[in-house]
């Protein structure tokens, strides 16, 4: 059974950084891709960064490149949301995701609230 748990969120300044990290625990995560999604209120749950747990291959989406760096460390089966030059528009709920097979995300933490003020 695969367990996901993130931890890091809070309130922050615009310009701030805050790291996300998603403790993940299960058989193996050999194979699967790894992901950071956000909610803002009244929005839908959008894809921000996602990387291959065996090789480290990431991708992040055009509105954080630059500002936000995903990784993982294996040894620690730690996944990490580094993000930086945070403004308002980044304040929503984080979610980490474990896809065992691309595009799909089965299971899911329980989400981290990150509120970056003005």
């Known amino acids: 059974q695969v367990h996901l748990e993130e931890s890091g969120g809070g309130l922050v300044q615009a310009g701030g950084s805050l790291r996300l990290s998603c403790a993940a625990s299960g058989p193996t995560f050999s194979g699967y891709a790894m992901g950071w999604f956000r909610q803002a209120p009244g929005t839908e749950r959008e894809f921000v960064a996602g990387i291959s747990w065996s090789e480290g291959f990431t991708h992040v989406v055009e509105s954080v490149e630059g500002r936000f760096i995903i990784s993982r460390d294996r040894a620690k089966n730690t996944v990490y949301l580094q993000m930086n030059s945070l403004t308002p528009a980044d304040t929503a709920v984080y979610y980490c995701?474990?896809?065992?097979?691309?595009?799909?995300?089965?299971?899911w933490g329980q989400g981290t609230q990150v509120t970056v003020s003005s």
């Open positions: 995701a474990a896809a065992p097979v691309p595009s799909r995300c089965d299971y």
